[in-house]
């Protein structure tokens, strides 16, 4: 890796960007989400202030994509969660459209938050908040301590917390 500079930038992006806009294309099956992605990927490329070396870009560019259309297929199943669960209510009692988009973003953030928690952490917090088991039955499911469940709630809310402090 080397530092960013705005010709090496150019030099990847005018070697790469149709190679990527392609791959991105068949896979997404829409050339609009594709360039959308494609776009992101350079912005994190850049954000990161790091560059691959020539011979690695492609595969580092691919990397950055794959994580963008993973995100990507992660918050289309949130709002599709999340319409799911307007659909039970009267519309009138629909947050606005603003309203939506906020919360949207908001589980989205913390769907990725606990997808990178340890499975006995997430799965924890989702048995309590979800499920509503409490701490004891938790620990009689997952064959561990009470204390350990509240360890485990500990770390999955600070991790919520301080995603959301971002």
């Known amino acids: ?5 705005s010709d090496a930038v150019h030099s990847i992006y005018t070697t790469h960007h149709a190679w990527l806009h392609g791959w991105l294309k ?37 990397q950055i994509a794959k994580g963008l ?10 709002e599709a969660a999340f319409r799911a669960s307007l659909a039970l209510m009267p519309e009138s009692m629909w947050p606005s459209a603003e309203q939506q988009a906020i919360v949207i973003e908001t589980l989205t ?36 301590s009470v204390a350990s469940v509240r360890k485990y709630m500990l770390r999955a809310a600070l991790a919520c917390f301080s995603s959301l402090a971002e």
């Not at 259309?69 to 949130?78: H, K, P, S």
């Open 26 to 62: 068949r896979k997404l099956g829409c050339t609009f989400e594709a360039a959308d992605l494609a776009h992101d990927t350079y912005v994190r490329l850049i954000a990161s202030r790091r560059l691959p070396q020539p011979d690695e870009s492609r595969a580092y560019l691919m």
């Open 109 to 144: 953030e913390i769907d990725a938050v606990l997808a990178s928690l340890p499975p006995k952490v997430r799965e924890t917090f989702l048995l309590s908040r979800f499920d509503g088991l409490t701490y004891s039955e938790i620990a009689i499911q997952l064959n561990v």
């Open 69 to 78: 259309v993973v995100d990507l297929y992660r918050r289309r199943e949130v």
């Open 1 to 5: 890796m080397s530092d960013i500079g």
